[in-house]
């Protein structure tokens, strides 16, 4: 039994909501713990892509697993780093020299059909896209100089016209262009192999 301020008590709320099929708490689950799933799945696997892909592939277990977690056998993050270190181990045996891991090889399982309907299974999959989009576009704008990333919030977040940001800024509409022109360059470039894999 945890004590009541177990830093594992949350964790185990979002588990039982996540088994009575809230996606926000998958969510949330994600936010808080992904940064050790990644970290597992890249110890073992060497390679960043390879990681993010597992990783998504954990959650996409946690997703239909969740129901059958039993504390007894361990609390949420020991189950899940296990879980994490089992799908790394997996998808390593399955990589070929010179090939990506390829998603489907560490997602597909054997789970009851009547565990979760394709469609629900379909809305999980897109909102765990969606929570890595955002996490993938925030690192590359972080990526970016100070100067970069303000045109690009300008740009696309406020929808100022490059005049615009010039006179907000009091900065040459030239200087304006250059900025987001290289910035466009960068994150095409950090943002590239995710596009290819149809994340973006």
Known sequence: MLPPDSPHRHLLELIRRIAAGDQAALGEFYDLTSRQVFGVARQVLHNDSDAEEVTMAVYLEVWRR???YDIQRGRPMTWLLM???SRAIDAL???RPGRQLPMESVTNENYPASLESPEKVQDVEQSLLAIQRGDLVHKALQNLSPDQ???IELTFF???????????????LGTV?????LAL???RRWL????KKGWL
């Open 66 to 68: 969740a129901k059958d």
């Open 83 to 85: 879980m994490a270190r």
């Open 93 to 95: 045996r399955m990589q």
């Open 149 to 151: 990333r303000q045109v």
């Open 158 to 172: 406020l929808g100022l016209t490059n005049q615009e940001i010039a006179d907000r800024l009091a900065i040459p």
């Open 177 to 181: 262009k250059g900025r987001l022109r």
């Open 185 to 187: 360059q960068h994150l």
């Open 192 to 195: 590239g192999p995710a596009m």
